[in-house]
């Protein structure tokens, strides 16, 4: 049976006072949009037709791929106007299901479940019991048994209808054929002057059609975003979610209340990360590792037994980033796209290092730039050392070999070549090639400026 999904993104999202999209706001680093979108790519659907109005542009384009459809709603006159411009594009006699752009946590077998409950031939809607109802359309019932009867929209409730606690979240899975008939027969005759979806609940009972009302398990997954509390509260909801099933499968972490998971995290056992560190897109932690607090890693591999101090920041972008086993990396280090450090690495801190490669047991322990490098095996890289790999239109690689030592302050002007055990004196420019084993020392004369006198404070 073909299976339409529908997805509602036009409104404005007023609230959120803010120029993006309401739908292409992030959570957990992805947008509201994309989370209902994957949620709902489990599911098969013959179309899947996304509504777009306000910022339709950029919604779009962040949401691309070969099987959606986008169905532009100009203007918005409500939920009913929405589905009545995707009639065209609702395919077969199946079902449709409808969900909502701004709803980003539903789950696939919920969805699911409105989906096989509709059959075809059932209207099913998706309510929630809500502590505070406020603003959402009531459910309501026939006493006698319990059947849902209407869809009464808050601000077209009585005092009494507003007492009921059961609200609709949004989403319903409907027949297709049945749909597109009743949504041509709504009318605006209402307290907000819009096409309501919720009347068709009505159409469907006086039709004679079975209506269903299941209730979500969670309040989580059918919280809308209106505002930037709202959002706020379902990202902790989220990470909090993320960081359980973390801690269940072994993860230690120092408080799964100040963990942030923006992507996927891969890891073995033994791993321990303290407070406020942010990972995001991939990343791997092997057996044994530790991150310190306040740690942003991106696109990384760390591998087992490697220790991420204090306030490191990696970020591997497109070309990823790997530490070795046992590495040491950090306080105040940071790792940029194509860092690739072997085993026993030691970055220390205000170590920047960008598509370079250490060798087992190479170390920078302070204050030094590696840039498109290759540094071999054992080489002590000194403190303030610079790879001067950019000379205003091209890089160029510096290849430091095995057990070479690179003193403090020194300025190594690629292309450039130190050869094996070879000794660069502290403050050196280097500019050419250096043969194995030799001790290679450029500095500039001392200058004697006579006459200069210290500047003095103007007042
Ligand atoms: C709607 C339901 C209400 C339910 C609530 C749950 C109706 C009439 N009411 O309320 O029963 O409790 O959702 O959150 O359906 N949208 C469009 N085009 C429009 C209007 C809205 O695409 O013209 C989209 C919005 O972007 C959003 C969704 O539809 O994704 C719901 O719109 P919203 O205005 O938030 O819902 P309400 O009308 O408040
Ligand atoms: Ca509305």
Same mark, same amino acid.
Do not use: C, F, W
């Given at each position: 049976m073909a299976l339409n999904i529908v997805i509602m993104a036009?409104?404005?999202?007023?609230?959120?006072?803010? $120029?993006?999209?309401?739908?292409?706001h992030k959570l957990a680093g992805r947008s509201l949009l994309a989370h209902v979108l994957k949620s709902c790519?489990?599911? $098969? $659907? /013959?179309a899947r037709i996304v509504i777009t109005g306000h910022g339709a542009d950029q919604v779009e384009a962040a949401v691309q791929a070969t099987d959606l459809a986008f169905v532009r709603q100009m203007? /918005?006159?409500g939920t009913g106007h929405a589905i009545q411009q995707v009639v065209p594009a609702l395919q077969g006699e199946g079902t449709t299901l409808i969900l909502n752009g +701004?709803?980003?946590?539903?789950?696939t077998a919920t969805a699911k479940a409105l989906i096989d409950a509709c059959a075809g031939h059932a209207l099913v809607l998706l309510t929630v019991d809500l502590a505070d109802p406020t603003g959402y359309g009531r459910i309501i019932r026939d006493? +006698? +048994?319990?059947g849902v009867l209407a869809i009464v929209e808050h601000k077209d409730a009585t005092p009494e209808q507003r007492?009921?606690?059961?609200?609709?979240?949004?989403m319903m899975a409907a027949p297709t054929g049945a749909l597109k008939r009743w949504v041509g027969q709504l009318?605006?005759?209402n307290a907000q002057g819009e096409y309501y979806l919720t009347d068709i609940v009505a159409m469907a009972v006086a039709e004679g059609l079975p209506v269903l009302g299941i209730k979500a398990h969670s309040e989580i997954e059918v919280l809308g975003v209106n505002d930037p509390v709202q959002l706020a509260q379902l990202e902790r909801a989220f990470q909090a979610r993320q960081a359980e099933h973390l801690m269940r499968a072994g993860v230690r972490l120092a408080d799964p209340a100040r963990f942030d998971l923006r992507g996927t995290l891969t890891h073995g056992q033994d791993v321990e990360i303290d407070v406020n560190c942010v990972f995001e897109g991939q990343v791997e932690l092997g057996d044994g590792v530790r991150v310190g607090a306040n740690c942003v890693i991106r696109n990384a591999r760390i591998a087992a037994g490697a220790r991420i101090h204090e306030f490191t920041h990696i970020d591997g972008e497109a070309a990823g980033a790997s530490i070795g086993e046992g590495a040491l990396i950090g306080p105040f280090a940071r790792l940029r796209p194509g860092a690739q450090l072997g085993a026993e690495v030691h970055i220390g801190n205000f170590v920047e290092v960008k598509n370079s490669t250490l060798a087992k047991g190479?170390?920078?322990?302070?204050l030094a730039y590696l840039g498109d490098a290759t540094v071999g095996e054992r080489v002590n890289y000194g403190a303030?050392?610079?790879?001067?790999?950019?000379d205003g239109a091209n890089k160029h690689r510096t290849t430091i070999a095995d057990d070479v030592h690179v003193g403090s302050n020194c300025v190594l002007v690629a292309p450039v070549t130190l050869g094996k055990g070879a000794t660069i004196g502290g403050g050196s420019t280097i500019t050419k090639d250096v043969n194995p084993g030799d001790l290679a020392v450029a500095r500039g004369k001392q200058v004697a400026l006579p006459g200069w006198t210290r500047p003095t404070k103007k007042r």
């Open positions: 036009a409104g404005k999202g007023t609230r959120m006072k803010s $120029a993006t999209p309401k739908v292409l790519e489990p599911l $098969a $659907a /013959q203007p /918005q006159l +701004d709803v980003p946590l539903i789950e006493p +006698d +048994d319990d007492l009921i606690h059961e609200g609709y979240s949004g009318s605006n005759d190479a170390k920078a322990n302070h303030g050392a610079i790879t001067a790999n950019y």
